[in-house]
């Protein structure tokens, strides 16, 4: 019998690991900014062609590489950062694995420039597909400039399946403020198709938070700052009054590195849970500094996965100096008891028992149970109240008010029945009357005839989640936000295939105020919004004023939230295949259906499957989701 394992070459196998650790764009810039950051430079530009796609160029003034050492950088777990197993618990660096490099050249053309400061030449050396093509000596400036090109250009899966250019410019402009805040000390450039999009001075944190993100956000921040034994921590948290209900700003970083960390986010969370409403969340910039044995790096290939030894003691910690900071700057609102021109209110006085004569009154409470009732007889004194002026106008209320109470009471009848399930069974008829008369559906996957309800059929919404409707067949059960998801897709792609459609004025135009890397999205979509209602004015700094939204948005319609939910859509779903138009109505349709949770009454029930049921494919949502269900009645009588 013939031997089945055999050792992959290494070709495949960078290209394996390249699959862990290049996964987009942003993944080789951060890897190259990292790389720079470790090699001491202090300016670093980056250069992008096609959101990625053609270029990334990281140029850097750091310590260079002489020609061996650039040659050797390429292969597998080749790195200058640690030489033993041991040196994983003390890292100072933020690259450590040796695998960076010898991924992206197994998915892309590289040509490096690199010198040594002191020195007069430099090498270049040109790697395509883990393939070294040459590498000769020239002349350069100190440090390195690295150039990938063409990337993924050996995988076309992979390149295939890369979004849309302002989607993973974004990602890139997203991965680009991470390392500029973590970084402060350094100078960088980001141009993108020859246009500087960001060029930063080195500067202090707060200073670089506001290069980032506006001039104004510097008047929002609180710092926090504390140094213990077991962690020091330093940064800024936003004052209550200026949280977001989206597109909030929220970043940790520990010894230089950025991290995703849910149980401290949870720990800020619970400093402001007095102060804000539930969907309201803070921005903060907040970074530790612990010993590097204290903490495991080596989690996930991102690196962005930190495990802490001391995390329960960290937590305490945390938590104080945000409360600290937050009280010390009067972010926590404080009580007023401001009495001038205060309502007079009634005060019993515990003295004046003997001036008021309290009975007991046996009568139905409103629950049908008899119980003992205070019934209170006026005196003629008004020592036990304060204020007397007020004094017969205040005991007038509360005898009108016992009045009610025991109204309410006696008109109550126990025996009587409260039909609370009549709203939700109200028959709604003609809702399904529209689905085909005979024949089967292939998208359903059931006979449509024997789905047509009869003609004393009713709906029932249930958990405020699923609507469920007899059939001839047994049950229908509908999601309600898919239904409704797929309904809006329709109407939205309808309006952008005819071409335009007017929009409603707004008396009083919102501000759309967006980050850089939004706002290279939001350029994208713009004119696809246009042609379903939107209209829009650029006011400069990354905003827009809001003039016109499609006649279909209601009144209370918040349109900066719903256009927050449509980009982060678009960026969270969608192929690089996909039509921008598809992707726009279907993000525009899962900002404005009804949520999971929301309740509808029996004309609304019948309006969205009336809706629903006229679509050629009623039967799952645009991005593949299972909109109707049926279950049998063979299934139904099983049960019993």
Not at 529 to 557: C, H, M, Q, R
Request: aromatic share 8%; with cysteine.
């Amino acid at each position: 019998m013939n031997d089945v394992i055999r050792l992959l070459p290494d070709s495949v196998a960078n290209q394996i690991a390249a699959g862990e650790v290049i996964q987009r764009p942003a993944s080789v810039v951060k890897e190259l900014v990292e790389n720079a950051v470790d090699a001491g430079a202090t300016d670093i530009q980056i250069i992008i062609v096609d959101a990625g796609r053609t270029l990334i160029q990281v140029v850097d003034n750091g310590c260079g590489m002489s020609d061996t050492d650039a040659r050797m950088a390429f292969e597998r777990h080749a790195t200058s950062k640690i030489e033993q197993a041991d040196d994983l618990f003390s890292l100072n660096t933020m690259g450590f694995r040796g695998e960076a490099l010898a991924s992206i050249a197994a998915v892309a053309q590289v040509d490096l420039r690199t010198m040594k400061h002191g020195e007069d030449i430099g090498t270049r050396i040109i790697i395509s597909g883990s393939k070294v093509e040459e590498q000769n000596p020239e002349a350069c400036a100190p440090g390195s400039n690295m150039m990938v090109k063409n990337l993924f250009f050996n995988v076309p899966a992979r390149r295939k399946f890369l979004k849309k250019d302002s989607v993973e410019l974004s990602n890139i402009m997203h991965e680009f403020e991470r390392l500029a805040l973590v970084n402060p000390s350094i100078d960088f450039t980001l141009i993108s198709n020859d246009s500087v999009v960001h060029k930063l001075m080195r500067a202090s944190m707060k200073q670089r938070i506001s290069d980032l993100f506006g001039k104004g956000l510097d008047k929002q921040l609180l710092p926090v700052n504390t140094a213990t034994s077991i962690v020091k921590i330093d940064g800024f948290v936003g004052r209550p009054e200026f949280a977001r209900r989206r597109n909030q700003l929220q970043f940790f970083f520990v010894n230089g590195r950025h991290m995703r960390h849910p149980y401290f986010h949870k720990a800020v969370m619970t400093c402001y849970e007095q102060l804000l409403p539930a969907e309201m969340q803070p921005n903060y910039f907040i970074n530790f500094h612990v010993e590097p044995s204290t903490i495991d790096v080596n989690i996930h290939p991102t690196k962005n996965e930190i495990k802490f030894e001391n995390e329960a003691a960290i937590w305490q910690i945390l938590t104080a100096v945000i409360k600290e900071s937050l009280g010390r700057f009067g972010a926590v609102p404080g009580i007023d008891f401001d009495v001038e021109d205060a309502p007079e209110i009634p005060v019993f006085n515990p003295d004046a028992n003997a001036e008021h004569e309290i009975v007991l009154d046996r009568s139905y409470n409103p629950f049908g149970e008899v119980s003992d009732m205070p019934s209170a007889k006026t005196p003629a004194s008004s020592a036990g109240f304060r204020g007397t002026s007020a004094q017969s106008g205040s005991l007038s209320d509360w005898d009108k008010l016992y009045e009610g109470f025991t109204a309410a009471a006696d008109s109550f009848t126990p025996d009587s029945e409260e039909t609370v399930v009549e709203d939700a069974t109200l028959s709604h008829g003609s809702a399904l009357n529209s689905i085909g008369q005979s024949g089967i559906s292939p998208e359903l996957g059931f006979d449509m005839a024997s789905a047509e309800p009869s003609a004393d059929s009713s709906s029932i919404q249930v958990k405020n989640r699923y609507i469920l409707s007899p059939s001839k067949s047994g049950v229908m059960v509908i999601d309600q936000h898919r239904a409704h998801v797929k309904v809006l897709y329709e109407r939205y792609m309808g309006l952008l295939s005819a071409g335009s459609s007017g929009g409603q004025k707004v008396m009083f135009p919102e501000m759309l105020q967006l980050s850089p890397a939004q706002a290279v999205l939001f350029d994208s979509i713009a004119d696809e919004l246009g042609k379903i209602g939107y209209e829009f004015s650029f006011l400069g700094d990354n905003t827009w004023s809001i003039n016109s939204v499609p006649s279909s948005e209601s009144a209370s319609t918040n349109a900066v939230e719903r256009l927050y939910k449509i980009m982060d859509n678009i960026i969270d779903g969608g192929d690089a295949g996909e039509e921008l138009r598809s992707r726009v109505a279907l993000s525009m349709a899962k900002a404005e259906a009804i949520a999971p949770g929301c309740h509808l009454d029996a004309a609304e029930r019948e309006h969205l499957l009336g809706q629903l049921f006229r679509l050629a494919t009623p039967n799952y949502t645009p991005d593949g989701k299972l909109i109707v269900s049926i279950v049998p009645i063979e299934q139904l009588t099983s049960l019993f």
